[in-house]
Structures are given as C-alpha cells and as structure tokens.
C-alpha cells in the first residue's frame, strides 16, 4: 500500500481552483495512472470569505503561504499565486528548505531567480516543475527535456501570450484599431492586471527565457532579451502585411550561437501560410527545431483554468510516479552563462514611417538607407489629407545592427513626422 501524495495550494484563483476540481473530480484516475492517491491537505489565499464555487471546508487553511510551505503534512507545494518577488518566492524557498518539491505557474519568478531556486532545489534534494509557466496547457516543457532529448536543438520559436494573438487576430479580423481591440480584451478578462505584461511581451518573454535555459543549457537570462511589445502596431501594419502575404505575431526567437544566447519577443512578420501565420485568437504555437527531429510544432490553449490546470497536474502526477529531473533538465551548476547576442543573421525588414510631405523627403530616406547598406525591395506611398505622408518600404536582408543604425540617422533629419515601426520578417 502506497502513501498518499499530499498536495498544499498557495493561490485560489482561476488556476488553483482548476488544480482542485481536476484532484477532485478524477481521483480514481489518478491513483490508477500515477499508483498514489493524490491528496489536498491545505490552501491559502489571500481572501478566506471569497465564493470560489467550490466547496474548501476539508482542507486547512493558511492565511500565510509561507506558513503552508512549511506545514509539515504536505508533500509538494503547488505554488499558483504569481509575481516575480515577495510571497511566491519567500514560500518556495521555504518550500525547499523545508524539504518539499515545488510545482508553480510562475514564469516570472523563475525567469529572475530560476538559477538560484534550482541551485538551493538541488542543495534540498528537491524538486521544481513549472509546465504550467509556459504556454498554458502545452506540454512544452516536457517534448523538450524529455522526448526531444537525443536533439541538440538548434531554434525554438512561439507565440506564447494568447491575449497579444488574440488582439492581433482580432484587429484584422475585424478591421479595429489596437486601441479599440485592446479595450475588448479588457472588458472579456484576458488582460494581466498589469496589461504591460501582456502587451508589452514581458509574460511571452519570461516564458521564452524559460525555454530557452531549458534547449540550450543555460542559466534564464531575461534581462539579455530584446524585448518589443505590440503597442505601436497599427491596423494599417497588420493591412499592409496582409497585402504582401504576411501576418504580424508577436514571436519568440531563441538560439544559442558562437556569439553568445540570442533571445528576441518582438512583433515580427511570417509568412501567412505557415502555421505562425495561421495561428488565431488566443491560441499558444511552439515550434522547436533539433539536429535529428528537424522540426515539429506544437498547438493548444496557452491560458484559462482547465489548460493550465492540466499542466501543473501533469507535474504532480510525474512527482508522484517518482520521476525525477533537475528544473532546468541539468544540473543548475551545468547551466552556461552566456552572454547576451544580438541577431546578427541578416533578414528583410518592412519599415512604416510618416514622412513630412516636402519635396527630397523620400529621397532623404532612401540615401540614409543607402548609406548604411540597407537596400529597399518595395516602396509604397499611401495617398493621405495630411501634411504627413504615410511610407512603407520592405528592405532586401540587412543586419538590424545596419538598419538601427539607418533608424538613428533618420531620426536626426527633418522629414520624420512619425517614428519608424521596424518590424523583422522572419523566416519559419
Ligand atoms: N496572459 C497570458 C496570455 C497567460 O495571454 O497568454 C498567462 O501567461
């Protein structure tokens, strides 16, 4: 006869409560696959009084989530609260200090502090899973440590926040300005409480750098990222992509080079038939690429309470069979520290500026493009009522450092009447 596997939950919202429902509802299912009856012993939430429309009376209560990592009738600490410091950091280390093995969501608090929460789990002899803190119920984590294992891995690429492809589908779809969609998704719910998060590709940026540790062997490095949000997206980009057969996502990059670990979140275009392109609403895409696998691609809901649910039981069951692994699939003192490497592979760019309507503006332009050895394949001016002109211009493949430095020159004439949107057309 085995022991119960005990579980205490810090965090009852969405996720939480979908974490005790699946405990609840599939019991029988559990202790057949894993062979443990998987139990809930304690919670903690910040607000004890809240109808969660589920009913908690059996199972203790903390108020402090410290206090239930310490608890010694748990066995692992599913730790759902989020935020990169403060309570979800304290109650992990106390977690593991404590002797017990950690499941968490928390892709902002291992991004920043992944190394060292690795380091003192493996000092513990325990364990850390955080499937759920990447694209939501896709097993991402698992196809790269455990059946993409024989691959060294050469990229991998995603659309990893379903709200920024949601309103990036949405606007098109809909001929809507960002401004206007970006209120929809708030009023619908999707948006972080701080929409920055979202909008600004620091969750999609946290979840890349996770990755990343993960396929290349590396300590998660956020702050190397080069990270751009979809603020300055404007349904005349998306309309213009269209035209030339692209769609814009905002699209993670990471591969481990000669120079160092490249890293990029930023809006990009890619090709409108390939499946980044065909990607819709708030749907998560992760496209790993290996030596021996070449590529594969993986496709589900990267939010909401069952698919997240569903990964973080996944983590449970696999602690429960006893399958053990380091956080970050090796050893935290086998991770590199690499130094952060801009893109150097050269690609074609689509440029949107508004130029001062005046004569020699576009010729101003096209020298300073020139001059840097950017080259323009198209050029398109848009009729308009405006003293402002709007311009786009798609560049043959250049170097971003060659085009940043055509984007810095630009910005010292006197044509500029709006800041150029730089968007990389990328090749997947
Ligand atoms: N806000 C995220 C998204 C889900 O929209 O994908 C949590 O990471």
Known sequence: MTTPLRLGIAGLGTVGVGVVRIVRTHAALLQARTGRDIQITAVSARDQSRDRGINLSHYAWESDPVALAKRDDIDIYVELMGGADGPALDSVRAALETGK???TANKAMLAMHGHELAKLAEEKGRIIRFEAAVAGGIPVIKALNEGLAGNEITRVMGVMNGTCNYILTRMESAGLPYATVFQEANDLGYLEADPTLDVGGIDAGHKLALLSAIAF???PDFSGMELEGIERISIDDIRQAADMGYRIKLLGVAQRTGRGLEQRMQPCLV???SPLGQLEGGTNMVVIEGDAVEQIVLRGPGAGQGPTASAVMGDV????????????GRPADMLDELPAAMSSLPAP???????????GALAKIAMILGN????????RQY????TSAPVLIVTHKTTRSALDEALAAMESTDVIASAPVALRIESV
């Open 271 to 273: 090709p409108m038939e």
């Open 101 to 103: 093995d950690v499941v």
């Open 317 to 328: 069951c696999d602690l429960a069979r006893g399958f053990r692994m380091p956080t970050f």
């Open 372 to 379: 840097s050895g950017v080259s323009i394949d198209r050029m």
């Open 383 to 386: 009729s308009h009522s405006a």
């Open 217 to 219: 062997g590396t300590r």
């Open 349 to 359: 760019y689509y440029l949107r500026m508004g130029l001062i309507d005046k004569p």
